[in-house]
Structure formats: structure tokens, C-alpha cells
């Protein structure tokens, strides 16, 4: 499949992307407000240069700037910003990255907002995280705000008598990870989901995770915790729709969020892929639903699902169930055996293609003139408690 990688004008221009939502609540009544956010538009020759004048310029400021930065790219960067990235990862091997490289004065972060903010945290006070396109952001952080979980949080803690700790996947904003942090509770990535979720059973018998239901889920699940044990909390209803006993009951409570990339993931796929080729292998990623990760061989972080490929011998055929970019260039760097995604109609993550290469450009060319654009920094206030959370993510075995 061929991805489009001339660069939209209206996102060029900061016009739109979706907004992100503030909840405040009154008399029980969530109401929210959105807030868009804010792209400061590139100038025009930037969006009119050629794909090959851009990669050239980028070429050349980043031999300039030479080792006061370091580049970071997530597994579903399109390729030709991955060329540029010094170190790739998934969310969790990228947040050791941004704590390692202290000589670094600046971090181009090549990821959506959360990952930025939580580099920001971890990384050394005069660091300097930079995000290329500040509307690059997650729809499934955005399902969960501050308000709609301390509204969460004050409820359960009043109708449940039992301990409760909160857990947060990295997807979420970084006030989120202050308010585990605070709580005694911690952030979790794909990779390390049921050590976290281990380390908190150890702490107390109940746990509010948040804000991917189906990771939560998944991960519940191969632990063996029965499903009449999980409660799904709604944010829009009282008591998340549930009833009071039923949340006394439950020891898993999920969050209702989820990623409408691996949403569409579905098991009729899986059964499609196995009809057409037996001998097939279904790897998936775990912020897939439950029925398509009980049918699948193998699950788990895109580090990990590049390891599994990495690890298999010639012939090995696949059907990967994650991000279109990085399962195009798996299929690339990979002839030798047969790998193509689950969903014959494939939806690249938009927030994460937000990354055009003529915004790498813009940044890393304001840095070379001694402008710093787009820089992520995380509030004072929010810092301490989200370190705290990060740090235990870290530990975490
Ligand atoms: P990974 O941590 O597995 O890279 O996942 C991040 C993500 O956003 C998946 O949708
Ligand atoms: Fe968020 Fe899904 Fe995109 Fe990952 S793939 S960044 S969870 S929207």
C-alpha cells in the first residue's frame, strides 16, 4: 500500500485536528469544553518544497547541530522520518531513551503529545523537548481527563470499602500520571501492563485502569482474572454505570477508552487470515479488543511484535494487527517472509502522521538559528507526582 506523504495544507496551516476535551462537573453533570490545539503555521515554502528538498534540508541541520540533539521516533513514524531517528522504540524503550541521554540539550521527540510530556519529566532539567507538530496528540489520551477521574476517583472511594490503586498507561496526560503518582499508583506501557498490573495486586486487592479498557482487559485476562471481575466504567454516568455492588465486586475496573486504530481489528480477520493461509501466525498488538487477542499466537508492544518477526526464521508468514507504518516496513525489511496487516483495509494512526518531515524540518532549522519551537514542559506542579509514577513504571520487573 501506498501512504500519501505530500503534506495537507490545513494541517500545515495548524488548521484543526481533533480537539482536546476539558470536563468540568456540576451538580453530577459532566459538561466539556473543547480546546483545540495549537499549531503555529509553517511558513509557505516549507510545504512547497519537494519531498527530496526537505529530507536534503533536514540532512543539513541535523549534521549542524550535530550532538546537541538526539531524535527520537516511535514505530509508527513513517519511514522517512524513522531515517532520521537516533534511537526507535515503543513507548516504553523510548521513555528510557529520553532519561539516558543527558548530554543531549535538545530532545525532537518524533511521537505523539504524551510521549513528549513524559519525556519532558524524565529527562535532565536543561533538556529541552521539542514536539514537531503540537497537534499531534492521541484519541485515546483524550478520552480521559482530570476531572472526569477525580469525579471517577471520589465516586468509587465512596461506595467501595476495599483499597483501591490506579493505574495509567502511558497514553494519558501527564496530570494523569501526577494523579496515580499521588495515589500511590503507577504508569504502565504495552510492554510491562501485567508486571504493572502484578505490582499492584500486591499493593491492594482493587484497581482502576485507566484509559485503555481493552489493554486493561487483555492483560486481566491472561492473569486470570474472570471477565464477572472486570467492570467497564462509563465517565458520561453515575457510578460509570455500574452499580455499587457490582463495584464492590469487581477487582479490575477499566476505564471506557480505547485506540480506534486497533479497534478495527476484528475477528472475522483473523479467521480470513487462517482460512487463506494455515500455517499463518496472527500477531497483535494488546490494545486490541479480547476476542482478537484470545485468537491471536502471539501479543504484544511494537517493540515486541518487531522482535517476533526479527526472531523468525525465512518463510514465516504473518498477520500483524498494529499500525499501518510499522507493519509496511516489517513487510519491507522482511522479504524473506510474508507479513501483511490484519485489516485489508488499513488506517494509519492520523495523530502519529501529523509528524510530516517538513515540520522536522521547521524545528530542527529554528534550533539552528537559536529559536526553540514547539517545546513541551510539563507544569511544576504536575512534575513531581508524575516522575514519581514514571519512575515506578521503570522499577517495575
Ligand atoms: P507501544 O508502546 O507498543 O509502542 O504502543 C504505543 C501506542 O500508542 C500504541 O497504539
Ligand atoms: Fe493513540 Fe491509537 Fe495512535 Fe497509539 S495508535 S497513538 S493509542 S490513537
Known sequence: MKICTSLPRSLANGAKPEAAMATVTLGGLALRAHRTPVQEPLPDHYFQATDEETQAAIATARAALGSRVVILGHHYQRDEIIRWADYTGDSYKLAQHAAARPDAEFIVFCGVHFMAESADILSADHQKVILPNMTAGCSMADMADIYQVRDCWEQLTAVVSEPILPITYMNSAANLKAFVGERGGAVCTSSNAAAAL?????????????????????????????LEEMVLWDPDQLLGG?????????????????????????????QEARARYPDIRILVHPECTLDVVQAADEVGSTEQIIRAIESSPP??????GTEINLVNRLAQRHPEQLIFCLDPVVCPCSTMYRIHPAYLRWVLENLLEGRVVNQIVVPAEIRHWARVALDRMLAIR
Open 315 to 320: 518463510g514465516t508468514k504473518w498477520a500483524v
Open 198 to 226: 502484578r505490582w499492584a495486586f500486591e499493593r491492594a486487592p482493587k484497581v482502576l485502569f485507566f484509559p485503555d479498557q481493552h489493554l486493561g482487559r487483555n492483560t486481566g485476562w491472561k492473569m486470570g482474572i474472570p
Open 242 to 270: 455500574c452499580t455499587s455492588e457490582q463495584l464492590q465486586r469487581a477487582r479490575l475496573i477499566l476505564w471506557k477508552g480505547h485506540c480506534s486504530v486497533h479497534n478495527r481489528f476484528t475477528l472475522a480477520q483473523v
